[in-house]
């Protein structure tokens, strides 16, 4: 970060961004400040959450330099003002003589205010890049007209589905055509799918998919956690989407290959240590000719170890580790930002899960 | 090495004087050119109005203006002294003979005693109900001198709107024209004068990297979009209930703007040249049928809303405006030029009060290509390439395109080059003001619109005035102030990719 935040107010915001760059120094000047936008962020949420916020900002932005707006609404303010402060990050990048930095600006209201937030927010969005919309999604009641305002501005919005109300009806929401919002867990899950997908690389191990029977996904911690249950339904969902299975929400066994119906089961495993809580931390796929693939997540530090046992249950390869953990808030974001074409992938497994996530949780 | 413009000995009469537009934009230009030494070191300016000002009043209201609104510091108070010192005051009734007669006495009373050879510039920053009296007062009273190559000359600037439709225009035009040769009329129209505006033809002209890309062809489509956020600020309302955004905005600054993007190449920029080019596009342009009006047009009316975190009232709300007023403040159209060159390339054009920002630019935006190699990779289909040239804010030239990002896999980034004004150039550009009103006094008509253009473009707006009179009227107000205009603008793009950019 450089300097103070600056108290002011919305109308007067750019003017003082220009002011910022032009007293740190040219675009062009070596050693002096680049100052540059990939994007615009916007994040909505409460003041008890903007100083964790700014620290995976802090992370973010070296993997996405962007035009950050943290909309702070605090239920200490009353009236209908708006107080705005600006701010910068500023990183070395590699290759890169002086700092690449990008911008933040906050906005502070209480809850009288919210009806113009978007009205402050618009004019400031800078054009032909896109705009994401983060936010928590477990009380959108408390953000009234002004959530769906910001999410129509939004070319993208991450959300934590397993945080809705209903995290079913959630899901099945976001696998809608036009549908824009990610869970961010998914992007968090990204290196376990990557291992996943990679247990089924080999020849042998590929010809093994279409004899799948039985899947197997265990979570860090309580069935009880609705993050884990939602957690293993859109990885079921993804695994589902990639193979062309079907649902059948009427019938006993949920999923169906060509072969047959598929079993599903989830459950939970003790957390090792460096393993957070709803985790996946363990895949495993049986096969009608009694192979067994399996991936299992030992700690962020550990990696995972990877096997592929015969029908005597004995190893027939030699168990594989490989590093999967689970993303940070600010990795995941990072890859949500660079890679927002992926979003049809998350759909297709949305659509696939949220039948699954139906049934698991409890009513 | 260029010459530097320089205007001949004159006199500069400006109607209207203590309006507003010459307090902000014509004294302060005025000074600026002096300083600048585009002014010759003999020169006048007589202010008329109807108040009861004395020149000392007169020099003592400019001088607060020239301080507050000029682009430029003086270097010192002798420096605006001096200039204050060549200001005039006629006081006058813009419809009384006696007053122009006044006038006359005036200006050759002052032209002798400063030593002027008699040329005069004749600038009407007034009501448009007073030009055609005012003009008509000045031929009374003899105080235009005819074209002749041999005398000092006379011209005369008129500020839009240059009527009100396509009847009036034509009427003020005779009358203006009963006074006026049409070569010494300079219509002005602000947005030709702006450093943006005339580097799309610099960048069309002398650039030849884009010219064979300039058409249908690899061109899908054009936006231009003049946003305003400012409502009716003070008494504007009065008049702006009776033009609406189709006649302030899209007639003049629109057009002229849509002309120079999709004009051909004229063989030089003088005057005739140029604008021969500009009325030739605009004859491609066919008046829209009321049925073309029906799919092609949509307009708006800005009700309350949120603008910069503050609530801000609906139009039907402000000062001096119709509680039931069914003027637009929005206009959208679709327009199609029929021409070899932009065959099937829809114009998209919109403005707008009360909008988020306060932003002008034209995008072109440029066709897919017609194979996309990277299918195979299962890579995203790449963004269109977008050429945006943006007249104010932030003033400048952007191309955005799809690059590689590093790593081992194919992923695509769309991104983009960038010129800006502001950081490539030294000096601080001109206010359009200024250019204007110079190329007026060198006797320089390319900036200026000539009474065909006008004419034309009041054919097409008419044509879409009549079409809005024979359907129904649109809900009002059908936009929150604050936000880029009613939904219904969108079903203009229904068969283009892209939405309406947001700026």
């Given at each position: 970060?450089?300097?103070?935040?600056?108290?002011?107010?919305?109308?007067?915001?750019?003017?003082?961004?220009?002011?910022?760059?032009?007293?740190?120094?040219?675009?062009?000047?070596?050693?002096?400040?680049?100052?540059?936008?990939?994007?615009?962020?916007?994040?909505l949420g409460s003041?008890?959450h903007?100083?964790?916020?700014?620290?995976?900002?802090?992370?973010?932005?070296?993997?996405?330099?962007?035009?950050?707006?943290?909309?702070?609404?605090?239920?200490?303010?009353?009236?209908?003002?708006?107080?705005?402060?600006?701010?910068?990050?500023?990183?070395?990048?590699?290759?890169?003589?002086?700092?690449?930095?990008?911008?933040?600006?906050?906005?502070?209201?209480?809850?009288?205010?919210?009806?113009?937030?978007?009205?402050?927010?618009?004019?400031?969005?800078?054009?032909?890049?896109?705009?994401f919309f983060w936010y928590s999604s477990a009380d959108p009641g408390h953000y009234g007209e002004a959530l769906e305002?910001l999410i129509a501005?939004a070319?993208r919005v991450i959300t934590e589905v397993a945080h809705m109300p209903d995290p079913a009806a959630g899901l099945r929401r976001t696998a809608e055509p036009g549908a824009k919002t990610t869970s961010l867990s998914w992007y968090r899950s990204h290196p376990v799918r990557?291992?996943i997908a990679?247990?089924?690389?080999?020849?042998?191990?590929?010809?093994?998919?279409?004899?799948i029977e039985r899947l197997q996904i265990g979570v860090a911690g309580s069935l009880k956690e609705v993050q884990a249950l939602t957690n293993a339904s859109v990885l079921i969902g993804w695994f589902a989407s990639r193979l062309g299975w079907r649902v059948d929400a009427g019938a006993e066994h949920l999923f169906h290959s060509?072969?047959g119906p598929v079993a599903v089961e989830v459950v939970s495993i003790?957390a090792?240590?460096?393993m957070s809580q709803s985790q996946v931390v363990h895949f495993e796929a049986?096969?009608?000719?009694?192979?067994?693939?399996?991936?299992?997540v030992?700690?962020?530090?550990?990696?995972?170890?990877?096997?592929?046992?015969?029908?005597?249950?004995?190893?027939?390869?030699?168990?594989?580790?490989?590093?999967?953990?689970e993303w940070?808030e600010?990795?995941a974001l990072?890859f949500a930002?660079?890679?927002p074409?992926r979003h049809e992938i998350f759909q297709q497994a949305a659509a696939m899960a949220w039948p699954m996530l139906k049934r698991v949780l409890p009513t | 090495?260029?010459?530097?413009?320089?205007?001949?000995?004159?006199?500069?009469?400006?109607?209207?004087?203590?309006?507003?537009?010459?307090?902000?934009?014509?004294?302060?230009?005025?000074?600026?050119?002096?300083?600048?030494?585009?002014?010759?070191?003999?020169?006048?300016?007589?202010?008329?109005?109807?108040?009861?000002?004395?020149?000392?009043?007169?020099?003592?209201?400019?001088?607060?203006?020239?301080?507050?609104?000029?682009?430029?510091?003086?270097?010192?108070?002798?420096?605006?002294?001096?200039?204050?010192?060549?200001?005039?005051?006629?006081?006058?009734?813009?419809?009384?003979?006696?007053?122009?007669?006044?006038?006359?006495?005036?200006?050759?009373?002052?032209?002798?005693?400063?030593?002027?050879?008699?040329?005069?510039?004749?600038?009407?920053?007034?009501?448009?109900?007073?030009?055609?009296?005012?003009?008509?007062?000045?031929?009374?009273?003899?105080?235009?001198?005819?074209?002749?190559?041999?005398?000092?000359?006379?011209?005369?600037?008129?500020?839009?709107?240059?009527?009100?439709?396509?009847?009036?225009?034509?009427?003020?035009?005779?009358?203006?024209?009963?006074?006026?040769?049409?070569?010494?009329?300079?219509?002005?129209?602000?947005?030709?004068?702006?450093?943006?505006?005339?580097?799309?033809?610099?960048?069309?002209?002398?650039?030849?990297?884009?010219?064979?890309?300039?058409?249908?062809?690899?061109?899908?489509?054009?936006?231009?979009?003049?946003?305003?956020?400012?409502?009716?600020?003070?008494?504007?309302?009065?008049?702006?209930?009776?033009?609406?955004?189709?006649?302030?905005?899209?007639?003049?600054?629109?057009?002229?703007?849509?002309?120079?993007?999709?004009?051909?190449?004229?063989?030089?920029?003088?005057?005739?040249?140029?604008?021969?080019?500009?009325?030739?596009?605009?004859?491609?342009?066919?008046?829209?049928?009321?049925?073309?009006?029906?799919?092609?047009?949509?307009?708006?009316?800005?009700?309350?809303?949120?603008?910069?975190?503050?609530?801000?009232?609906?139009?039907?709300?402000?000062?001096?405006?119709?509680?039931?007023?069914?003027?637009?403040?929005?206009?959208?159209?679709?327009?199609?030029?029929?021409?070899?060159?932009?065959?099937?390339?829809?114009?998209?054009?919109?403005?707008?009060?009360?909008?988020?920002?306060?932003?002008?630019?034209?995008?072109?935006?440029?066709?897919?290509?017609?194979?996309?190699?990277?299918?195979?990779?299962?890579?995203?289909?790449?963004?269109?390439?977008?050429?945006?040239?943006?007249?104010?804010?932030?003033?400048?030239?952007?191309?955005?395109?799809?690059?590689?990002?590093?790593?081992?896999?194919?992923?695509?980034?769309?991104?983009?080059?960038?010129?800006?004004?502001?950081?490539?150039?030294?000096?601080?550009?001109?206010?359009?003001?200024?250019?204007?009103?110079?190329?007026?006094?060198?006797?320089?008509?390319?900036?200026?619109?000539?009474?065909?253009?006008?004419?034309?473009?009041?054919?097409?707006?008419?044509?879409?005035?009549?079409?809005?009179?024979?359907?129904?009227?649109?809900?009002?107000?059908?936009?929150?102030?604050?936000?880029?205009?009613?939904?219904?603008?969108?079903?203009?793009?229904?068969?283009?990719?892209?939405?309406?950019?947001?700026?």
């Amino acid at each position: 970060m450089i300097g103070f935040p600056v108290s002011l107010s919305p109308s007067d915001i750019e003017h003082e961004l220009t002011a910022m760059w032009n007293q740190r120094g040219g675009k062009d000047e070596p050693g002096g400040v680049t100052h540059y936008t990939l994007g615009n962020v916007i994040w909505l949420g409460s003041t008890r959450h903007v100083t964790r916020t700014r620290r995976i900002f802090s992370e973010l932005v070296s993997r996405f330099p962007c035009r950050l707006f943290l909309l702070e609404c605090s239920d200490d303010t009353s009236g209908s003002s708006i107080e705005s402060f600006v701010n910068a990050y500023c990183f070395a990048a590699k290759g890169h003589e002086g700092e690449v930095c990008c911008e933040e600006i906050t906005l502070r209201f209480g809850r009288d205010a919210l009806r113009h937030v978007t009205g402050a927010v618009l004019p400031l969005l800078i054009a032909d890049v896109p705009t994401f919309f983060w936010y928590s999604s477990a009380d959108p009641g408390h953000y009234g007209e002004a959530l769906e305002q910001l999410i129509a501005l939004a070319d993208r919005v991450i959300t934590e589905v397993a945080h809705m109300p209903d995290p079913a009806a959630g899901l099945r929401r976001t696998a809608e055509p036009g549908a824009k919002t990610t869970s961010l867990s998914w992007y968090r899950s990204h290196p376990v799918r990557d291992h996943i997908a990679g247990l089924f690389d080999e020849r042998d191990s590929m010809e093994r998919l279409a004899s799948i029977e039985r899947l197997q996904i265990g979570v860090a911690g309580s069935l009880k956690e609705v993050q884990a249950l939602t957690n293993a339904s859109v990885l079921i969902g993804w695994f589902a989407s990639r193979l062309g299975w079907r649902v059948d929400a009427g019938a006993e066994h949920l999923f169906h290959s060509e072969q047959g119906p598929v079993a599903v089961e989830v459950v939970s495993i003790d957390a090792g240590i460096g393993m957070s809580q709803s985790q996946v931390v363990h895949f495993e796929a049986h096969c009608s000719t009694g192979d067994c693939l399996s991936l299992i997540v030992t700690g962020t530090k550990g990696g995972a170890e990877r096997r592929v046992t015969g029908p005597c249950g004995t190893c027939r390869e030699t168990p594989r580790f490989v590093h999967a953990r689970e993303w940070t808030e600010a990795e995941a974001l990072g890859f949500a930002f660079n890679s927002p074409h992926r979003h049809e992938i998350f759909q297709q497994a949305a659509a696939m899960a949220w039948p699954m996530l139906k049934r698991v949780l409890p009513t | 090495m260029l010459a530097r413009k320089v205007a001949e000995p004159c006199t500069i009469v400006v109607f209207g004087v203590t309006g507003d537009l010459a307090r902000r934009k014509l004294l302060p230009a005025l000074f600026n050119l002096a300083r600048d030494g585009h002014l010759p070191q003999s020169f006048a300016i007589v202010g008329f109005s109807r108040r009861e000002w004395t020149d000392e009043k007169l020099r003592e209201e400019m001088g607060a203006a020239i301080r507050e609104h000029s682009r430029s510091e003086p270097d010192s108070e002798r420096e605006t002294e001096d200039f204050l010192s060549r200001i005039y005051y006629a006081k006058g009734e813009l419809d009384k003979t006696e007053s122009f007669l006044n006038l006359k006495a005036r200006l050759e009373e002052i032209e002798k005693t400063d030593r002027l050879p008699g040329n005069r510039l004749f600038y009407l920053a007034t009501a448009p109900e007073f030009f055609a009296p005012a003009t008509e007062l000045m031929k009374a009273a003899k105080i235009i001198h005819p074209v002749s190559s041999a005398g000092p000359w006379a011209r005369l600037i008129i500020e839009k709107p240059f009527g009100h439709d396509l009847e009036s225009a034509r009427q003020l035009n005779t009358q203006v024209r009963g006074a006026f040769n049409e070569s010494q009329i300079y219509r002005i129209d602000h947005y030709l004068g702006k450093e943006t505006t005339q580097n799309i033809l610099a960048f069309r002209f002398a650039n030849s990297i884009f010219e064979p890309l300039w058409n249908s062809r690899y061109i899908e489509q054009v936006q231009i979009t003049v946003a305003e956020s400012l409502g009716m600020e003070g008494r504007r309302g009065q008049y702006y209930d009776t033009a609406g955004a189709l006649r302030d905005m899209v007639q003049n600054h629109l057009f002229q703007v849509l002309c120079l993007i999709a004009m051909e190449a004229p063989a030089s920029l003088d005057a005739e040249s140029l604008r021969d080019e500009k009325v030739r596009l605009l004859r491609a342009i066919r008046p829209m049928t009321p049925q073309e009006v029906a799919s092609c047009t949509v307009r708006g009316q800005y009700g309350p809303g949120s603008l910069n975190g503050a609530p801000v009232k609906g139009y039907r709300e402000e000062e001096l405006v119709d509680p039931d007023s069914t003027t637009e403040t929005y206009a959208a159209l679709r327009l199609a030029v029929r021409n070899w060159r932009w065959r099937g390339v829809p114009f998209f054009i919109r403005t707008g009060k009360r909008l988020p920002k306060r932003a002008s630019e034209v995008a072109v935006i440029f066709r897919h290509p017609p194979h996309q190699v990277f299918e195979d990779l299962s890579v995203e289909e790449a963004r269109q390439n977008v050429l945006v040239i943006r007249i104010q804010p932030d003033e400048g030239i952007s191309l955005s395109f799809e690059a590689k990002r590093p790593g081992l896999k194919m992923n695509l980034q769309n991104v983009k080059m960038d010129f800006r004004y502001g950081r490539s150039f030294g000096t601080p550009a001109p206010e359009a003001y200024e250019r204007l009103l110079l190329d007026g006094l060198i006797g320089d008509a390319s900036l200026f619109t000539r009474a065909d253009e006008v004419d034309r473009a009041w054919e097409i707006i008419s044509a879409i005035h009549a079409g809005w009179s024979e359907a129904p009227l649109p809900d009002f107000p059908n936009y929150a102030a604050g936000t880029w205009g009613p939904e219904e603008a969108n079903r203009l793009m229904h068969d283009v990719d892209t939405g309406w950019r947001r700026l």
